[in-house]
């Protein structure tokens, strides 16, 4: 299961059925679980654990230091969950001290080729990051969002869950749950009604969403009126209940 060539330092830890692709290296504090499989040429370091099931191809970068320049050689780390997909040149980095010294990638989500995740990021689950999209350090992107290739999303954001980036969009404040960005400096654009549907939400739910939408972004109220209104709302629909805790919790403010 692992080719002659790989370089598997003798402490690392794998599942008897990991498979390990020509010329790749993993490091001594790897730990990869059962149905993980790697291609060629592929360099797995620092302290980074993958979980099951995972695809992992070739020339990708899994687990390297931060690139941070506060960065001094802590022990700091990655953590992979399980059926990921991750295609071609793709950089995972380790986590830093100021960011909780960890990142970590949820499951199931699909990750194409030449995506870079920095440091302290956290991805939630099903999660689709087409080609080149690009994640600076501190990003949370939560379950079901879409980030479209060449979308690039500032330090400290957060998407949404559910959301949607377009084509090269860029992101320098966060975008709530459900919503759609477009454009070179990224614009709502409306809710990810589409994604929403092929998801399972009823008709009643997405009419529900677009309600909350227009209290955000329609109806001329302040942020915080905003949310007390989205607080009423939640009373009695739950899937407004992810905006009003994203809205409380956003850094960087959201896209308005």
């Known amino acids: 299961m692992i080719h002659p060539s790989a370089l598997v330092d ?5 599942a008897d059925d990991v498979e390990v692709g020509a010329f790749s290296i993993i490091d001594a504090k790897v730990r990869i679980d059962t149905g993980t499989r790697i291609g060629p040429h592929a360099v797995i370091t620092g302290r980074t654990t ?26 700091t780390e990655l953590i992979i969950g399980d059926g990921n997909t991750i295609r071609e040149l793709c950089t995972f980095s380790r986590g830093s001290m100021q960011g ?19 440091h302290d990021c956290i991805l939630g689950d099903h999660i689709i990051m087409a080609n080149n999209a690009s994640l600076a350090g501190h990003v949370t992107v939560g379950d079901h969002a879409i980030l479209s290739g060449y ?6 954001c957060s998407v949404g869950e559910h959301s949607f980036t377009s084509f090269a ?16 400096k990224a614009r709502v654009k409306g809710i990810n009604a589409e994604g929403l549907r092929r998801r399972g939400f009823t008709s009643e739910q997405i009419t529900q969403v677009r309600r909350a939408y227009k209290a955000i972004y ?8 905003a949310i007390e209104k989205l607080t009423e709302m939640a009373v009695d ?4 209940r992810p905006l009003v805790d994203f ?5 960087r403010g959201i896209i308005r």
């Open 151 to 156: 979308s690039l999303i500032h330090q400290f």
């Open 50 to 75: 993958i979980g099951k099931n995972n695809r992992i191809f070739q020339f990708t970068s899994i687990g390297e230091e931060p690139q941070d320049k506060k960065y001094a050689g802590e022990d």
């Open 218 to 225: 329609r109806e001329s109220l302040s942020l915080e009126q």
């Open 169 to 184: 969009s860029h992101v320098n404040q966060s975008i709530p749950p459900y919503v759609t960005v477009s454009g070179e």
């Open 10 to 14: 003798p402490k690392a830890e794998l």
């Open 100 to 118: 909780g010294g960890v990142t970590c990638i949820g499951n199931d989500n699909w990750i194409m080729a030449c995506v870079h995740i920095a």
């Open 247 to 251: 809205l409380n919790a956003t850094e």
């Open 237 to 240: 629909s739950s899937e407004i």
